[in-house]
């Protein structure tokens, strides 16, 4: 879910009775605005500069429209969906939790205008934004990825959750191989499961990954969260085991949706994963 947008900081201005201006109150730093906000530690904008919270807000939307998320976040393919050009407000890209940091210190048109920039210098921008630099929309075109599901595994094992969770989980598995995506599982409420789904880039890396996972408990090569044993096993749909890399995926959003649909006919419990 997005997150409520917090107040700007800067000092308001009040009209008085006979017409003067004078300050309404003196402006809140940014530490005192997040703590205020329920913001995280982790998340606090005081630890970052401006110039890195525009190189961060770029490589963020770029994730949230990559080919790993777009196709499995149900609200941003959803929402997408609402215009026929595909156009998604900025503001609401803003107020998703991993670019809390950023929206403290970045306006919506310095966010639009960081991610034109940066779509410069690809050779097939990913994605693009509007003339108003109030929106913006994957313009590459989504190909289906056959084999991403095979690439994936099922990892359950992990604590409570933390702010800064999501990033210590995506520098604990890129020990084991090139990571495509980390998407931590999620209740009904929201609340963390414990466990993940990881997407390797390579299936040869995956498959050693797995085989780490079948070690003694005891074992110093065996994977553990904060020395405890992980729970591997390659990911699996309506409990069918995957046969191999020649497994399909449902990665084109299309294919997500009647995944879904064709999931909850035969009585399964299918639920698209979001990450942000």
């Given at each position: 879910?997005?997150?409520?947008?917090?107040?700007?900081?800067?000092?308001?201005?009040?009209t008085?009775?006979?017409?003067?201006?004078?300050?309404?109150?003196?402006?809140?730093?940014?530490q005192?605005?997040?703590?205020a906000?329920?913001?995280?530690?982790?998340?606090?904008?005081?630890?970052?500069?401006?110039?890195?919270?525009?190189?961060?807000?770029?490589?963020?939307?770029?994730?949230?429209?990559?080919?790993?998320?777009?196709?499995?976040?149900r609200f941003?393919?959803?929402?997408?969906?609402?215009?026929?050009?595909?156009?998604?407000?900025?503001?609401?890209?803003?107020?998703?939790?991993?670019?809390?940091?950023?929206?403290?210190?970045?306006?919506?048109?310095?966010?639009?205008?960081?991610?034109?920039?940066?779509?410069?210098?690809?050779?097939?921008?990913?994605?693009?934004?509007?003339?108003?630099?109030?929106k913006?929309?994957?313009?590459?075109?989504?190909?289906?990825?056959?084999?991403?599901?095979?690439?994936?595994?099922?990892?359950?094992?992990?604590?409570?959750?933390?702010?800064?969770?999501?990033?210590?989980?995506?520098?604990?598995?890129?020990?084991?191989?090139?990571?495509?995506?980390?998407?931590?599982?999620?209740?009904k409420?929201?609340?963390?499961k414990?466990?993940?789904?990881?997407?390797?880039?390579?299936?040869?890396?995956?498959?050693?990954?797995?085989?780490?996972?079948?070690?003694?408990?005891?074992?110093?090569?065996?994977?553990?969260?904060?020395?405890?044993?992980?729970?591997?096993?390659?990911?699996?749909?309506?409990g069918?085991?995957?046969?191999?890399?020649?497994?399909?995926?449902?990665?084109?959003?299309?294919?997500?949706?009647?995944?879904?649909?064709?999931?909850?006919?035969?009585g399964?419990?299918?639920?698209?994963?979001?990450?942000?």
């Open positions: 879910m997005a997150d409520q947008d917090v107040p700007k900081t800067e000092t308001p201005v009040e008085t009775a006979e017409g003067s201006t004078a300050p309404a109150a003196p402006a809140v730093d940014p005192t605005a997040a703590a906000a329920g913001v995280p530690d982790a998340l606090d904008p005081s630890a970052i500069e401006k110039h890195v919270a525009l190189s961060e807000v770029a490589r963020q939307i770029s994730f949230y429209f990559g080919d790993a998320n777009y196709p499995f976040d941003l393919f959803m929402l997408s969906r609402k215009s026929p050009e595909g156009w998604v407000p900025i503001s609401i890209i803003a107020s998703f939790k991993r670019m809390k940091p950023m929206r403290f210190l970045l306006t919506d048109e310095e966010i639009a205008t960081s991610v034109e920039e940066a779509m410069q210098l690809q050779e097939d921008p990913l994605v693009e934004v509007d003339e108003s630099k109030t913006i929309r994957r313009k590459r075109e989504l190909v289906p990825k056959k084999d991403a599901f095979a690439r994936s595994a099922y990892v359950k094992g992990f604590g409570e959750e933390t702010g800064e969770l999501q990033k210590d989980l995506e520098a604990f598995f890129a020990e084991y191989g090139d990571i495509a995506q980390v998407r931590m599982r999620r209740d409420g929201r609340g963390f414990g466990s993940v789904f990881v997407e390797f880039h390579n299936f040869k890396e995956l498959q050693e990954f797995v085989q780490l996972g079948q070690k003694a408990d005891d074992d110093d090569e065996r994977p553990k969260w904060e020395g405890h044993p992980l729970q591997i096993m390659t990911k699996s749909w309506g069918r085991t995957l046969a191999g890399p020649e497994r399909d995926s449902f990665d084109h959003p299309s294919d997500v949706l009647r995944g879904v649909s064709r999931g909850r006919r035969e399964r419990s299918c639920r698209l994963v979001s990450r942000r």
